[in-house]
């Protein structure tokens, strides 16, 4: 497709960013990869806007259908006829917000990491780092094909991985390094057997084809799909869960979550890329991605609506009672992604139905803006105070005024007050619930509720609560640490003006965005009250907080502890896979395989020691053995064998 | 081009070896046979793409000449596309381990002496269009290992190298009653020459009362559960070199011999037996990687992931699809190269720290970046990581399973995929302790080795090398194999 090839170069340069500093910035980028970076990624981010403005304003558009437009492909692995891995450019509406939204979030952290990462020993090795990331993400979102995301979601977990790991000597970030992968690696086997299921039954790895194969009702494809089940479960419910399973690891969805609070190790500007702005909305993305398909199946669709409203509140709760000012953004994050999730889940696949993929999808966006916003603000905190603790803070709006103010934006943002972005995009997710049921609406308005409680719990706590009578002197970042903390704030001020629904929607075509003031009237003063409540508890030092902790008793306790997930796993894990499964697979191996195999030889000798007699040199012996022997013989074959 | 070449470079260089003093002369003297053998296995690739796209014959580059006229043995050579890919791999292992083995103290002159002497085997085996010649070169590349392990190993070095020794023996012995068989059914006077064989069609019965023989006398080779237990003696008792030999090609002689001595030369057993061998391959995998977990010696851990990852490789040619032969070819090419590099790496580490105990030491990316980066990066291939080689075979693989579409195979599948959250367990786990964490070898926090030398990095670099052609282009490869 012409007019579209600058997009391999969209993927293509955080590719040499890696390579480059890679095999060569600890020699001799050491000091300079950071500008290096930032300049493939200003390049790579200038070509996704340019691309977003030439596929919704120029030519995307035809006949009042956005186009899906194929801007590259080759086949790249070919397993069996018609099913093949190619790696290629998909374009359409929400691959190319998707590259804008991943590219310019991570140009910010490119820039702020100038500052926040600066003097470190393996700065280079960071920026290719983040440069492998970003290519990896990259290239999930314009996957054309589903083995292809599957290939750059593997290695968006590897980046996450290494990322998190970054500060290698600390113990706690290898473990949590670890946790993080091998959580997502688990949710990822679902994918995979997932992909294997559509793939046997689409008949293809195409995107566009499999949609198209399990979505026409009479096609045969489809027909083998739903009849064939498995425990009463038809096979395409199936296979669309296990995909969904590998989107809910990745996007920290209830019960697979466990990882992303622990991965909160990581370097600061690396939580506000990856496990709060892109990778984390992976597993959102994926849905969209297969929509159509999840949208026929009922079943699958009902899972990933249950899944997300619970997440949602879920982890809102939980956010409420952490006092680690990453993880409670980390929770804020997964009640966040639920949302998105549960968007999905209730919406339908034509004109008007569609309003919750629009809205989720334009959650995704303004999220992406203030998320990454609150962690840039947070890692400008924790740089200058060097604590993660709420108690060793506060008071720190006269110490870092800018800080302040775009920390405040982002969370009227991300509280849903108008008219920060926030506000547009929920405001549209509780629309979309309403329409679908009303109990999804309650505790979609309870989450949002809870959320405006917890965010302005920590913005109280990390700004005024007290005076700031720490050991160092917060101040300021330089200039690479505000100029994207400004940027950010601008966007997450604007972007809900965006009219999102002309360009992203579920059957591609533009859509008017209609506004109902009395509907977000309630929404707005679940907000507000729950601004009041933080600023009557959190304001200033009283004892509020700890007489709210008695009234909620155990209910409290448990959620401070993440209702014992983490504990549970822990015995899954340590009692019953290591001590049951690994422990008795090596010692059957040494004592009872090899055990056997040295028996043979033990038996071999033995036998050989009993019988070696009969090697006596006497020839008569011999003789007698021959001559017993042909006896043996002639009986055996005239009288037995014939 | 001609085949024998293979084996005469080899053979020249080791004589010449015999006539060399001194560690210098001796490992430039490999070095250039190493090299040699290198340039000839990239030419001969390169030959084959453009002689295949004309000439449309099974094998190419035949030769056929009488050895005993009597048996009618034959030394009857060419190669298809699998065979290419398997002498490439050799030569790749074989130029490493050189490399490696630079500063080899003890006995240097016989070491590689008996270095060069396995290549000869492995050229000839992958080569062999006669059964007879294919189980010839098969010993010779059995016999150097006895005295590799038993005279430079480490640890239990004598009862490893015996135990090896005899279950290989053993295998052997299986194979030969097997190959006997086939011989005494072809039609006419007899014949070892697959080609016949192959053509013969022998009857079913047959078939399904030699396959065993010979499948399992290769599967022991290429650790067939559950005659896999000279794997974790042998590799970790054997000196580097010979432990990249042994995991990166020795398993594959059994491989190869699986597919092509066994399965294509008896179709219907392999058919009748295909239920069987997905079983054995699919507890090998799962079972393998299993006990890996448990393990806390880094040869050990790379010996059990070794018999975890054959299991793809048998797993696939009991498939019997061509997606699944094709994934377990590429897993032998995969494994080969990346079991190379982690035994070269493993050494490297045992080198300067003369522990391999995982728990005795940490944190060694602080002091030695190189050797660290590169222990991360096979860990990662290991784990089947998309862009390295892994990923393609088993992805292959798990695609060629789940394509029979039965409850059976979808089981195996799944059984199999499982296996990739046990790897990133038993990697990260290993990566995290040795690799990461903070800076302490055997209780001492202040260390410091010298990081990979120049000739440990070529053999680093040249192995990832070809660990990332098979995972980048992986297309080439399987115009190639396929």
């Known amino acids: 497709m012409g007019g579209y090839e600058h997009t391999f170069w969209i993927l293509f340069l955080p590719a040499i960013s890696f390579v480059l500093l890679g095999l060569l910035g600890r020699k001799y980028f050491n000091k300079s990869a950071g500008l290096i970076g930032v300049f493939l990624l200003l390049l790579t981010t200038a070509l996704s806007l340019y691309n977003a403005y030439q596929y919704f304003f120029v030519n995307g558009l035809v006949d009042g259908v956005y186009l899906k437009i194929d801007a590259f492909k080759f086949t790249w692995l070919t397993f069996s006829p018609g099913v093949s891995i190619d790696m290629g450019i998909l374009l359409d509406p929400i691959s190319v917000m998707m590259l804008v939204v991943v590219s310019s979030v991570s140009l910010m952290v490119h820039i702020f990491s100038l500052g926040y990462m600066k003097g470190e020993e393996r700065f280079a090795t960071y920026y290719s780092f983040l440069g492998l990331f970003t290519f990896a993400m990259l290239g999930l979102v314009v996957s054309s094909n589903l083995f292809q995301m599957y290939m750059f979601w593997e290695l968006v977990g590897i980046s996450s991985y290494l990322l998190i790991g970054f500060y290698f000597q600390r113990p706690s970030a290898v473990a949590a390094s670890k946790k993080a992968f091998i959580v997502t690696r688990f949710a990822d086997l679902g994918f995979l057997i997932g992909i294997l299921m559509l793939a046997f039954y689409g008949g293809s790895l195409d995107f566009n084809t499999i949609i198209q194969h399990l979505s026409a009702h009479q096609s045969s494809e489809y027909l083998a799909a739903t009849t064939a089940s498995f425990l009463g479960v038809t096979a395409l419910t199936w296979g669309l869960t296990l995909v969904f399973m590998g989107g809910a690891g990745k996007s920290a969805m209830f019960p697979l979550h466990v990882w992303l609070p622990d991965a909160m190790e990581g370097p600061t500007p690396v939580s506000a890329l990856i496990h709060a702005a892109t990778m984390v909305v992976a597993g959102v993305y994926l849905v969209a991605r297969l929509f159509p398909l999840y949208a026929l199946n009922g079943a699958s669709l009902e899972i990933v609506l249950n899944v997300g409203l619970f997440t949602a509140l879920f982890a809102a709760i939980i956010a409420c009672t952490q006092t680690d000012i990453k993880r409670v953004l980390a929770y804020s994050t997964m009640s966040q992604i639920g949302f998105m999730m549960f968007a999905l889940g209730v919406s339908g696949t034509q004109g008007e139905q569609g309003l919750g993929y629009t809205a989720s999808m334009f959650h995704l966006f303004t999220h992406a803006f203030f998320k990454s916003l609150l962690f840039l603000g947070a890692g400008a905190v924790i740089h200058f105070v060097h604590s993660n603790e709420m108690k060793d803070m506060g008071g720190l709006r006269k110490w870092m005024p800018l800080t302040h103010v775009v920390f405040l934006v982002a969370c009227l943002a991300i509280a849903g007050i108008p008219p920060f972005a926030g506000f547009f995009s929920k405001e549209e997710i509780l629309l979309a619930s309403y329409n679908k049921s009303l109990w999804v609406y309650t505790i979609a308005l309870i989450t949002s509720g809870l959320t405006a409680f917890y965010m302005f719990r920590l913005y109280f706590s990390i700004f005024w609560r007290k005076e700031y009578n720490g050991h160092s002197h917060p101040q300021e970042g330089s200039m690479s640490m505000k100029i994207p903390l400004i940027i950010l704030a601008i966007c997450s001020a604007l972007v809900g003006f965006i009219p999102f629904g002309k360009f992203v929607s579920v059957d591609s075509q533009p859509q008017e965005t209609h506004f109902h003031l009395m509907f977000s009237i309630l929404p707005v003063i679940l907000g507000v009250v729950g601004i009041l409540i933080a600023l009557l508890m959190y304001k200033k030092e009283n004892d509020r907080p700890q007489s709210m902790a008695k009234a909620f008793g155990s209910f409290y306790r448990a959620a401070k502890n993440k209702f014992y997930m983490d504990e549970l796993y822990l015995f899954v894990t340590k009692n019953i896979i290591f001590k049951w499964v690994g422990r008795p697979s090596a010692w059957f191996d040494r004592k009872v395989v090899d055990g056997s195999m040295n028996e043979i030889a033990n038996l071999t000798l033995e036998t050989s020691k009993a019988i070696k007699g009969m090697q006596s040199g006497k020839i008569q012996r011999y003789a007698m053995y021959f001559f017993g022997g042909i006896a043996f013989l002639i009986i055996l074959f005239v009288y037995i064998l014939k | ?482």
């Not at chain 2, 060399?20 to 030419?43: D, E, M, P």
């Not at chain 2, 009857?203 to 599967?219: D, K, N």
Request: hydrophobic share 55%; glycine share 8%.
């Open chain 2, 1 to 482: 081009m001609n085949l024998s070449l293979l084996i005469i470079i080899p053979t020249i260089f080791s004589l010449l070896l015999l006539f060399v003093n001194g560690l210098k002369q001796v490992r430039t003297v490999s070095l250039i046979a190493a090299v040699l053998q290198f340039a000839i296995s990239i030419f001969l690739t390169i030959q084959y793409f453009t002689e295949k796209t004309a000439n449309k014959a099974a094998f190419l580059f035949e030769q056929n000449y009488q050895w005993f006229k009597t048996p009618n043995i034959n030394y009857h050579v060419g190669v298809d596309g699998v065979s290419v890919a398997m002498i490439a791999l050799t030569a790749f292992v074989i130029l490493a381990g050189v490399l490696v083995s630079w500063k080899m103290e003890k006995l240097n002159k016989e070491f590689f002496f008996l270095l060069l002497f396995l290549s000869i085997g492995a050229y000839g085996f992958f080569i062999s269009l006669d059964l007879f010649t294919m189980f010839f070169f098969l010993e010779v590349a059995v016999i150097p290992k006895f005295i590799l392990i038993g005279i430079w190993g480490s640890g239990r070095k004598e009862f490893s190298a015996m135990k090896l020794i005899l279950m290989l023996m053993a295998g052997s012995a299986l194979i030969f009653v097997g190959l006997a068989g086939l011989y005494f059914n072809t039609s006419g006077n007899g014949s070892f020459d697959m080609l016949k064989i192959a053509s013969d069609n022998i009857s079913p019965e047959l078939q399904r009362l030699f396959f065993p023989f010979v499948f399992i006398g290769f599967g022991i080779f290429t650790a067939l559960f559950p005659f896999h237990t000279w794997v974790p003696d042998g590799h970790s008792s054997a000196p580097t070199a010979a432990s990249m030999f042994l995991a990166g090609i020795s398993m594959k002689l059994g491989g190869y011999g699986c597919l092509r001595a066994a399965t294509y030369m008896m179709p219907e057993g392999a058919a009748f037996y295909s239920d069987a061998i997905i079983i054995l391959a699919c507890i090998g995998i799962l079972y393998g990687a299993f006990a890996t977990m448990m393990q806390t010696d880094l040869k050990y851990i790379n010996a059990y992931s070794s018999v975890s990852h054959n299991g793809f490789v048998l797993l696939g040619i009991g498939l019997l699809t061509k997606t699944a032969i094709t994934g377990a070819v590429l897993q032998m090419i995969s494994h080969g190269l990346m079991t190379a590099l982690f035994f070269a790496v493993i050494g490297m580490i045992y080198d300067r720290t003369h522990t391999r105990e995982v728990v005795k030491m940490s944190g060694l990316l602080k002091i030695t970046p190189f050797i660290s980066s590169a222990f991360v990066i096979v860990g990662l291939v290991s784990l089947g990581l998309p862009g390295f080689s892994g990923f393609v075979a088993e992805m292959t693989v798990f695609m060629g399973g789940w394509q029979k579409g039965s409850m059976f195979y979808y089981v195996a599948t799944i059984v199999a995929c499982a296996s990739i959250v046990v790897t990133a367990v038993y990697i990260l786990r290993v990566i995290g302790s040795v690799i990461m964490g903070p800076l302490k070898v055997k209780g001492e926090k202040q260390v410091v080795y010298a990081d990979a030398t120049w000739y440990e990095k070529s053999s680093i670099v040249l192995l990832m090398a070809g660990i990332l052609v098979v995972g980048i282009l992986p297309f080439a490869v399987l115009r190639l194999i396929s």
